[in-house]
């Protein structure tokens, strides 16, 4: 029994890190696409049909390029920070539901590597631990660009963890569970039972932190390449340059299934679509909006930013904890 278990774990650990490394490469075409459109042009073309196989051309190119290390750079530390922010981003997701069970060859499958009863609390720790990729690359580079841009890593992650943490406080302790599983069951209801509508200063507070900590426009500061070149991965190049992005979309994915399964109903059934096609939708529905803000929106200031935590979202969220407890205690 436990030998099964060993080996149904490590297969799912081999099709989630292979599935969304593939997804991660993917969404940066589909990025590419949506921002021509949106701009009145036509992205990526000439590589096969549509330009499909720029993904594969970008694979090559990093794998085959130069993979150098400046002089006066920390060596050991340089080297190992692109695997810290890929590493702790697929470490996140064994704590993530990403679909309802299923039945595959009369075997029953539970699309989760790991279920624990705090699975909100491990996937924002171990993500959180991610800041330590941009910011001891950016330390070890010997570049002063590389050096604000982990200066900036660390103020920036660190604080809109703090909004995030205190946004999720609230549906926590409605559901009173800080298992994924529990979250999503606490809203099969229907779609009147999604904790957005009961939660809604929560949801636009987490999905504005999910901006900052993905890295993604307006809140994309720690490689401003109007101001600091291309920040932390200024010294990078090659397969250690595509790491850290690869840790980058795969948290966005991270973020997006939070979302579904905290605020959107997670994989219930919806009407007449199925949970495990409804969660697909919301994901990919919650990608493309951080894809269009990308379009949008423009940079923000290092102090704007700033100030919207301190002074604006994070008072927000500690109000919106305490009008809960009161509204669940009377």
């Not at 609390?121 to 010997?142: C, E, I, K, N, Q």
Request: proline share 5%.
């Amino acid at each position: 029994m436990e030998t099964s278990i060993i080996i149904e774990t490590v297969v799912k650990a081999i099709v989630i890190l292979a599935l969304f490394s593939a997804l991660a490469g993917f969404t940066t075409y589909i990025e590419r696409k949506i921002l021509a459109f949106m701009q009145r042009r036509l992205g990526p073309m000439n590589v096969g049909p549509y330009g499909l196989l720029q993904i594969a051309a970008d694979g090559i190119k990093l794998f085959m390029k130069e993979d150098f290390i400046p002089q006066n750079a920390i060596r050991p530390i340089f080297m190992i920070a692109p695997i810290i922010t890929a590493a702790t981003a697929f470490i996140a997701m064994s704590a993530v539901p990403f679909l309802p069970e299923f039945e595959l060859f009369g075997y029953t499958v539970r699309p989760i590597i790991a279920d624990i009863n705090v699975g909100v609390l491990f996937v924002m720790g171990v993500a959180s631990v991610g800041l330590y990729g941009p910011l001891l690359g950016g330390m070890s580079s010997a570049n002063k660009w590389s050096l604000l841009g982990g200066a900036r890593t660390a103020i920036q992650l660190l604080s809109y963890e703090v909004v995030s943490g205190l946004a999720l406080l609230a549906p926590l302790m409605l559901v009173g569970s800080l298992s994924l599983i529990d979250i999503n069951n606490y809203q099969n209801g229907g779609f009147t039972s999604w904790l957005v509508w009961s939660q809604p200063l929560a949801f636009i507070l987490f999905v504005i932190a999910g901006f900052a900590e993905t890295n993604r426009t307006p809140f994309d500061l720690l490689e401003h390449e109007a101001e600091i070149i291309a920040g932390y991965a200024t010294e990078y190049s090659g397969i250690r340059w595509g790491m850290f992005f690869i840790g980058e979309y795969a948290n966005l994915f991270t973020i997006c299934f939070l979302v579904s399964l905290i605020f959107l109903g997670g994989f219930n059934d919806l009407w007449f679509i199925p949970g495990g096609l409804a969660i697909i939708l919301k994901v990919m529905f919650l990608i493309f909006f951080f894809l269009w803000t990308r379009a949008s929106w423009p940079h923000i200031r290092p102090d704007q930013l700033m100030w919207l935590c301190w002074k604006i979202l994070m008072p927000l969220a500690v109000l919106n904890i305490l009008i809960t407890g009161f509204v669940m205690m009377f």
